[in-house]
């Protein structure tokens, strides 16, 4: 995975370019919202550029799901690779 910093301002927002190895035609763009909420810190997550591509679109969406699982996990119990349960098949 390859790409560029569009926006950086911390601690609120994170905006880049992705051009991912198994698709090296494709730059997209991800930019992530974090504001606090309540006694945590509310996400937006926001994948775009895909028009056309609706097979990319959704193999990248299946792997943020998985991504942000992780994050949630590292968060709430401190879980690492090391230590989280292998995904299930």
């Not at 990319?56 to 949630?72: E, T, Y």
Request: proline residues 6%.
């Amino acid at each position: 995975m390859s790409g560029e910093y569009l926006e950086v301002d911390p601690p609120r927002l994170l905006v880049y370019t992705w051009i991912a190895t198994w698709t090296p035609d494709l730059k997209t763009t991800v930019r992530w919202e974090l504001r606090p909420q309540n006694s945590g810190t509310l996400l937006k997550l926001r994948h775009s550029g895909f028009a056309g591509n609706s097979r990319a679109a959704q193999d990248h969406s299946n792997g943020w799901q998985r991504v942000l699982g992780w994050m949630q996990g590292f968060v709430e119990k401190g879980d690492t690779i090391d230590s989280r349960r292998p995904l299930s098949k």
